[in-house]
């Protein structure tokens, strides 16, 4: 799909340049509370905890509060229980969208979801509708500045990755493992001194749907005011937006 923008490569390039840490750090918190209270609150055996322990460290979030969400995870510390919930629906243009949810209110959470899936020309489904169009996985993003492709595959590969991509377009090579070897990739590439921009599990679609200007402009809009909302973690979506559409919504 060369010459086109995803919206993991889009999110990578504004993370970058995201202002609103004290929203990122509440997520993050939420995130290392339900993982401490789900496997544990030592993250040596507990790989979902380490996984985001390294996210909030990437970020930069305090050492103390990686403590505290991880002690009221556990239940060292008082703190809300959050429920995690999947909801699925359909963005403009048919774009199916999944949506990784922690609240300690979906009957306050659902609602607004569902207002703002409308507000931009969307549809909350239901469950299943849309999450056989995506495949779990492993997902690393490396700079094409630090290493040459073949180089890059070959070790990628030795790692146990299940697949590396190049796409001329993009500043980033990108590494696929299974959710279950992403740490082991990792500690490979790293002994090779090959440091990543990104690591984290996923969901990644089996097929795109190509958008117009003005089903991009809604799908943009869409994405950026789901994952503004403070319940939704992650959203994850299969649209593709050619790169002369994407000028046009710039």
């Given at each position: 799909?060369?010459?086109?923008?995803?919206?993991?490569?889009?999110?990578?390039?504004k993370?970058?340049?995201d202002?609103?840490?004290?929203?990122?750090?509440?997520?993050?918190?939420?995130?290392?509370?339900?993982?401490?209270?789900?496997?544990?609150g030592?993250?040596?055996?507990?790989?979902?905890?380490?996984?985001?322990?390294?996210?909030?460290?990437?970020?930069?979030?305090?050492?103390?509060?990686?403590?505290?969400?991880?002690?009221?995870?556990?239940?060292?510390?008082?703190?809300?229980?959050?429920?995690?919930?999947?909801?699925?629906?359909?963005?403009p243009?048919?774009?199916?969208?999944?949506?990784?949810?922690?609240?300690d209110?979906?009957?306050?959470?659902?609602?607004?979801?569902?207002?703002?899936?409308?507000?931009?020309?969307?549809?909350?489904?239901?469950?299943?509708?849309?999450?056989?169009?995506?495949?779990?996985?492993?997902y690393?993003?490396?700079?094409?500045?630090?290493?040459?492709?073949?180089?890059?595959?070959s070790?990628?590969?030795?790692?146990?990755?299940?697949?590396?991509?190049?796409?001329?377009?993009?500043e980033?090579?990108?590494?696929?493992?299974?959710?279950?070897?992403?740490?082991?990739?990792?500690?490979?590439?790293?002994?090779?001194?090959?440091?990543f921009?990104?690591?984290?599990?996923?969901?990644?679609?089996?097929n795109?749907?190509?958008?117009?200007?003005?089903?991009?402009?809604?799908?943009?809009?869409?994405?950026?005011?789901?994952?503004?909302?403070?319940?939704?973690?992650?959203?994850?979506?299969?649209?593709?937006?050619?790169?002369?559409?994407?000028?046009?919504?710039?």
């Amino acid at each position: 799909m060369s010459g086109h923008s995803k919206w993991s490569q889009i999110k990578h390039k504004k993370a970058a340049a995201d202002s609103k840490k004290g929203k990122a750090f509440s997520k993050l918190s939420k995130e290392i509370s339900v993982a401490a209270r789900l496997g544990g609150g030592n993250p040596d055996m507990n790989a979902r905890l380490r996984l985001v322990m390294e996210k909030a460290r990437e970020v930069n979030m305090p050492s103390d509060n990686i403590k505290r969400a991880i002690q009221k995870g556990t239940g060292e510390l008082p703190g809300a229980q959050y429920e995690e919930i999947m909801y699925e629906g359909y963005g403009p243009g048919g774009v199916a969208l999944m949506m990784e949810v922690m609240t300690d209110n979906k009957n306050r959470t659902v609602p607004e979801i569902r207002h703002l899936m409308t507000k931009y020309g969307g549809n909350l489904g239901e469950t299943g509708c849309v999450a056989w169009m995506f495949n779990k996985k492993g997902y690393i993003l490396v700079s094409k500045n630090t290493i040459d492709e073949d180089t890059m595959m070959s070790t990628a590969l030795d790692a146990g990755a299940e697949d590396f991509r190049n796409d001329p377009e993009e500043e980033n090579y990108e590494v696929i493992t299974t959710p279950e070897d992403l740490n082991k990739v990792k500690e490979f590439l790293s002994s090779k001194n090959i440091s990543f921009n990104l690591s984290e599990i996923t969901f990644l679609p089996k097929n795109y749907v190509n958008l117009d200007a003005r089903d991009a402009d809604k799908m943009l809009k869409l994405m950026e005011a789901l994952e503004d909302h403070e319940d939704i973690q992650n959203v994850y979506a299969n649209f593709d937006i050619p790169d002369e559409v994407m000028l046009e919504t710039d």
